[in-house]
């Protein structure tokens, strides 16, 4: 392969790592413009060496007992990126965060070992549709209602059942209860619900905050992240 047509596939793919980064860039996320360069650039750099392979040896015949294989350095690259993009995920507890960072690593990976194989159409639609899934379908998901999962801890004086009561004050606001747990403190004449409910990510909680304040005898109101189950 001549060495224009490296350099050319190259800076190909680079320019792709650079319009897939823009978008994390952007946002602030973590592998931006700077990450998906290196990881295109890199990526088409080990295709090229992948192709190569043959014309370092070409004093190898048919009866040599090495053999060679120009997809091996290509795998491994494969494989190596999914430990790069592990790191970026988080799981909290109730969401993941950094799949779609994880992904752009894992696609700006893929659209450097085919722009050095030298499918750079291919490539290029690939970028493309990278492209409208971030720009064009993002905005979109962000105005569907989704569930989202809350736990909510309620303290009341006395240990007397109040079950009855959080149900009411749930489904006046279409909350839907998952379960309830119950732990009462005799001595100290306080109990404590935890209620994990589902509710859409469109419902405001100040509301449901406010109504479970007007119980007789809370002291104290907490939410937290939720379990998706």
């Known amino acids: 392969m001549p060495i224009e047509v490296m350099l050319y596939r190259m800076v190909v793919a680079a320019a792709f790592g650079f319009i897939i980064g823009y978008e994390r860039e952007r946002h602030g996320r973590p592998a931006g413009l700077k990450t998906q360069m290196i990881v295109a650039a890199s990526a088409c750099l080990l295709m090229i060496v992948s192709l190569e392979l043959e014309t370092l040896h070409v004093d190898l015949d048919s009866t040599s007992v090495v053999r060679l294989d120009p997809g091996r350095i290509a795998s491994y690259a494969v494989a190596g990126m999914g430990f790069l993009g592990a790191g970026a995920i988080i799981q909290g507890k109730s969401s993941v965060q950094g799949l779609t960072t994880a992904a752009l690593l894992w696609a700006g990976n893929a659209i450097g070992l085919a722009v050095g194989a030298g499918f750079i159409l291919p490539a ?8 409208f899934s971030l720009f064009v379908l993002t905005p979109i998901a962000e105005q569907i209602s989704k569930d989202i999962y809350y736990r909510i801890f309620l303290e009341f004086d006395g240990c007397w059942d109040r079950a009855a009561e959080i149900r009411g004050v749930l489904k006046d606001y279409h909350v839907k209860q998952l379960y309830t747990g119950f732990d009462c403190q005799y001595d100290a004449g306080r109990s404590t619900y935890e209620v ?12 449901i905050a406010a109504a479970f304040r007007k119980l007789e005898g809370l002291t104290g109101i907490r939410w937290a992240e939720g379990h998706v189950p």
Do not use: D
């Not at 639609?125 to 990278?130: E, K, S, T």
């Not at 994990?196 to 509301?207: H, I, Y």
């Open 124 to 131: 290029t639609v690939a970028v493309l549709g990278i492209v």
């Open 196 to 207: 994990a409910v589902r509710l859409k990510s469109t419902t405001p909680l100040e509301p």
